[in-house]
């Protein structure tokens, strides 16, 4: 029997070794014995983080660059939008649809591009999705009109959602476990905290000075920056086959799970445009509840076809894997809960202490500095501590600092603490990413790479899209937005207390093998 391997799993990598065989993974004998249990009484200090040759330098720059982008987009347009809708002539209630139309694909196809990188090569669906993106840049920023806006809108999506994968795939075989990986996904967690922060500083800054159009055209420059630099860095796969055809020796094709994409997919798109509606228009609309029972059915019916399928798109067993399902848990709440942070506090910052879109920005602004200082320590940290305790301690510690912010007053002094609050709590947010993308991806694979850090990225848009409609509509509905703003956070602050609690139980003492060696 003859099988096809990615030459990803090949490539040499800064630990010396080559990934799924260092220490660490589940593949391979282990090349040192370092995984053993310490021995109590001796002095195990963290290992020094791993130096990154000048040409592994390069390609986390080119991934790290592609999902700072990505990040931009998700914020850079919110400031911009009022001015966008009259230059456009689109209504108040369809400039919701200026972030739909991105959400939907971008949401929607992760899980199924994550399989198709797995199987038909990453570095290719990864050059795709940039030059993707930046042409659907261009043509939002020169759009003529609503439609021509949208469509552009939706093509980012499309092109974000073959990039965030593949990108997070290509950098998790091209990084052993261990600290090396730990670095590398420390910045990349960074920089993907601060794209969010820096696009609501940037927005308001390019449409004041330039325009709206300016803040499409600098993600069409990241694009024209970032896809002649890849092709030359970053590693070239093969597909992954299953086995020989009827004993002749000849590699089969790989194959696709084509009712279990047709169903995740459209079950995620039914599921991101109803929360995505409901967020501007409340749970009653009928397109929302139809849509919200279609994205479940869906979804159902996507796990029972994988339960069946001889090669399904998401392995189950992997899904009963205490790391991904309770990783995932822990990933679902922290960006859920921290999207609707952000979301309330720029409501009470403007609407109750007054302040200008600028100075809110700069408020958010303090958080990015002190998510980007966290960044600079994540990987020690997880090294010290290992990945289930830093993400355990991470969600305690944003539900701790958001459970302060219920100081808030209506005094134009509360700024400081909803700045210090914000910021702390990013601080613990960033560490949580980092590490419950380190546990959901410990231990596996690395023909799985894409497929688990696609439930990785998956997690994170639907964490984006149903914070805000689940509990930031307490704060938009009710009559005294103090009080609103108050009765979120204290239940964002008890959610993500509760998470970290059961994360704790569910991973157990020996729930991950992330902790670094």
């Known amino acids: 029997m003859t099988t096809e391997t990615t030459t990803e799993s090949t490539t040499r990598t800064p630990g010396g070794g080559t990934p799924g065989t260092g220490p660490g993974t589940t593949n391979g004998p282990r090349a040192d014995t370092s995984s053993a249990p310490p021995v109590p009484g001796r002095d195990h200090r963290p290992p020094r983080a791993a130096r990154l040759s000048r040409r592994d330098g390069l390609v986390l720059f080119v991934l790290c660059a592609a999902q700072f982008m990505v990040a931009l987009d998700f914020s850079v347009l919110n400031v911009a939008l009022p001015v966008l809708g009259r230059d456009l002539g689109m209504s108040r209630s369809a400039l919701q649809w200026a972030i739909t139309a991105f959400a939907l694909p971008s949401g929607g196809f992760l899980l199924l591009f994550g399989r198709v990188g797995d199987l038909f090569g990453r570095r290719r669906l990864f050059l795709a999705g ?11 920023t020169f759009a003529w009109d609503p439609a021509s806006f949208l469509a552009g809108r939706a093509l980012q999506g499309l092109g974000a959602a073959a990039i965030v994968p593949t990108g997070m795939s290509l950098l998790t075989t091209t990084f052993p476990e261990g600290p090396a990986r730990d670095r590398a996904l420390g ?3 960074t920089l993907l905290s601060l794209g969010f922060t820096i696009g609501m500083v940037a927005g308001g800054v390019l449409t004041d000075v330039l325009g709206w159009r300016s803040t499409m055209g600098l ?14 860095l970053l590693p070239v796969s093969r597909p992954h086959g299953s086995g020989d055809v009827a004993g002749a020796g000849v590699p089969d094709r790989p194959r696709l799970d ?22 501007d228009r409340g749970f009653g609309g009928a397109d929302v509840v139809t849509t919200l029972v279609a994205g479940v059915l869906l979804l159902g019916a996507f796990v029972r076809i994988e339960s069946r399928a001889a090669a399904p798109l998401v392995s189950l067993t992997m899904l009963r894997r205490r790391t991904v399902a309770w990783g995932n848990l822990g ?22 202490l007054g302040l200008s879109a600028f100075e809110t920005g700069l408020v958010f602004g303090a958080q990015g500095v002190l998510s980007a200082v966290a960044g600079m320590y994540a990987s020690k940290v997880i090294g010290r501590f290992g990945a289930r305790r ?19 007053g209506a005094h134009t002094s509360s700024v400081w603490i909803a700045a210090a609050g914000v910021s702390l709590a990013s601080m613990c947010h960033l560490g949580a990413i980092i590490s419950y993308g380190l546990t959901v991806t410990s231990g596996v694979p690395d023909e799985e790479q894409g497929l688990a850090t696609g439930l990785v990225t998956s997690t994170q848009q639907v964490g984006i899209t149903v914070g805000i409609p689940l509990l930031g509509v307490l704060a938009t509905t009710s009559d005294d ?10 239940l964002d602050a008890v959610i993500v207390l509760a998470a970290a609690v059961l994360v704790a139980a ?3 003492r020996h729930g991950t093998a992330a902790r670094t060696r």
Do not use: N
């Open 187 to 189: 910045i990349s967690g």
């Open 481 to 490: 937005l103090l009080s609103g703003v108050h009765t979120v956070l204290a």
């Open 390 to 408: 830093t993400l355990v301690g991470s969600l305690a510690g944003q539900g701790l600092f958001v459970a302060g912010m219920l100081l808030l």
């Open 258 to 279: 084509i009712p279990g994409a047709v169903t995740v997919t459209g079950g995620l798109l039914a599921l991101i445009y109803a929360l995505s509606t409901a967020a």
């Open 331 to 352: 990933g679902l709440v922290t960006f859920s809960m921290m999207s609707t942070v952000v979301f309330v506090l720029t409501l009470y910052l403007q609407e109750t």
């Open 219 to 232: 993600l069409s420059l990241f694009a024209l920056i970032v896809l002649p630099l890849a092709p030359g």
């Open 130 to 140: 940039l030059a993707l993106f930046g042409a659907a840049s261009l043509l939002a």
């Open 506 to 508: 569910g991973l157990g």
